[in-house]
């Protein structure tokens, strides 16, 4: 049986996207009702805040990786608020982006299951996974999102 690659997405592709969205909120949901921050995610907001206040990175900031991450999120929190829910949102966006690029990705070598498949399993074991490895509350956020952007 030969798979015919799809363009992108197609409508053979609405319904396995709707599943993975709601797989996606429902991880969500238990997600926000536990989240614990420890001290490695916890250096990324402090340094998007120490960026808000006007501090400048590298020279008044600590940080170990690239500047997207510290500079993303202070944007976020000068559009959105100062909140570790700003930055929490944004980490679940982040995850939710990258299980659907996810998707797209298989379905040029896959059939639309076993493209859910494969996404709802990135969607469990990373996106929320309950460790500090988790793409929504990362070790760092410069890993999540040079994920989203490679």
């Known amino acids: 049986m030969s798979h015919k690659p799809s363009t992108p997405l197609s409508r053979a592709d609405a319904e396995p996207l709707l ?17 614990g921050l420890d001290a490695d995610p916890g250096r990324d907001f402090m340094a ?3 960026l808000l206040q006007g501090k400048v990175l590298y020279r008044d900031v600590h940080y170990f990786f690239g500047p997207l991450a510290p500079v993303l999120n ?11 829910l700003t930055l929490l949102v944004a980490g679940a966006a982040v995850s ?6 996810s ?11 076993a493209a859910t498949v494969g996404a709802l399993i990135v969607l469990a074991h990373a996106a929320f996974g309950f460790n500090m490895f988790s793409y929504a509350v990362p070790y760092t956020f410069a890993a999540t999102y040079g994920l989203l952007f490679s």
């Open 19 to 35: 599943i993975v969205l709601a797989v996606f909120f429902f991880y969500a949901s238990l997600f926000f009702g536990v989240v």
């Open 48 to 50: 998007a805040d120490l």
């Open 74 to 84: 202070s944007w976020l929190l000068r559009l959105f608020g100062p909140s570790a």
């Open 96 to 101: 939710l982006a990258i299980v659907v690029l």
């Open 103 to 113: 998707y797209m990705l298989a379905r040029q070598i896959l059939p639309p299951l």
